[in-house]
């Protein structure tokens, strides 16, 4: 360990980083626990996004669910020859039946 005090990363506003100086080894310690607290609540917030398009996508899928299929029927993927395809799947006592629905890509 270096006996000069570290350099703060480039994209640290100069701001922040002389305040940072500033402060005890516990105060500085409880500012990392929450700025990664922080960083963590904010890449979920960004997420939220993309999971409301994937249940909204799951959701207008499961209304094309044929009638042989029940309600309680996930969707699920299988890789066949390098081919990827969607499949209704559920358990029907001991077994678990599947039901094809069509392929992940489409276009391919």
């Given amino acids: 360990m270096s006996n000069s005090p570290p350099t703060p990363p480039h994209n640290v506003p100069s701001g922040i980083a002389e305040k940072l100086t500033d402060q005890s080894p516990d105060v500085l310690r409880d500012i ?11 890449e979920r917030e960004a997420q939220l996004p993309e999971q409301d398009e ?6 207008a899928e499961a209304d094309d669910r044929p009638d042989d ?9 299988k890789e066949i020859n390098d081919h990827r395809y969607y499949y209704w799947q ?4 001991e077994k678990i039946k599947s039901k094809y629905k069509g392929p992940v890509d489409p276009d391919s």
């Fill in 90 to 93: 559920w358990r029907d006592g």
């Fill in 32 to 42: 990392a626990r929450y700025a990664d607290e922080l960083a963590e609540y904010r």
């Fill in 54 to 59: 994937q249940d909204e996508e799951v959701e």
């Fill in 69 to 77: 299929v029940p309600s309680k029927a996930t969707i699920t993927v």
